[in-house]
Nanobody, 127 residues
């Protein structure tokens, strides 16, 4: 069973940057997309960014476009989310999800396309 672990959250001032890291372990031989979601209390988990197994295809939600960059490490089970020009509205718990497929697939509820999640890492942006 694949286990997902995130790290890199923290407190940062508006305009600052953070880099989140995510590692999926236990999935030797498997190929899958990975994605970042975020969630605030009382709201649904929102897709932020996703990357295909090859790394050739990326998705960014409207809130992430132009400010966040997703990438895979040399070990493809590691994914990073570089977040620049952070805003107070980026404050949320960020979750990394392991996708069911090796290519990006879209659905009305994208959380259903992921079968393993990390515990979440808190990002707080102060104004």
């Amino acid at each position: 069973q694949v286990q997902v672990t995130e790290s890199g959250g923290g407190l940062v001032q508006a305009g600052g940057s953070l880099r989140l890291s995510c590692t999926a372990s236990g999935g030797t031989g498997r190929t899958y997309t990975m994605a970042w979601f975020r969630q605030t209390p009382g709201k649904d988990r929102e897709p932020v960014s996703a990357i295909s197994w090859s790394g050739d295809n990326r998705y960014y939600g409207d809130s992430a476009k132009g400010r966040f960059t997703i990438s895979r490490g040399n070990a493809k089970n590691t994914v990073y989310l570089q977040m620049n020009s952070l805003k107070p509205e980026d404050t949320a718990t960020y979750y990394c999800g392991k996708g069911l497929y090796r290519i990006l697939v879209f659905a009305s509820n994208p959380t259903t396309l992921h079968d393993a999640w990390g515990q979440g890492t808190q990002v707080t942006v102060s104004s």
